[in-house]
């Protein structure tokens, strides 16, 4: 299931740098790929630790 999310967002983020890009802004383009990357892998790394960030740590 993660991988499906995965290839899904990349084909979004490759649409949003290619719609600037053929509209003649392709530093755009770049910068809202690179911002949108950036959120999808900490969406991903929250999704896979989770669990530390909402566990108690017993001593």
């Known amino acids: 299931m993660l991988?499906?999310?995965v290839l899904f967002m990349?084909?979004?983020l490759f649409f949003i740098y290619w719609i600037p890009k053929k509209l003649g802004y392709p530093k755009v383009g770049k910068y809202l790929v690179i911002v949108l990357?950036?959120?999808l892998v900490l969406i991903v790394l929250?999704?896979?630790f989770q669990d530390a960030f909402f566990t108690k740590i017993q001593e």
């Open 46 to 48: 929250f999704g896979v």
């Open 3 to 5: 991988f499906v999310f």
């Open 10 to 12: 990349v084909g979004i």
């Open 37 to 39: 990357a950036v959120l």
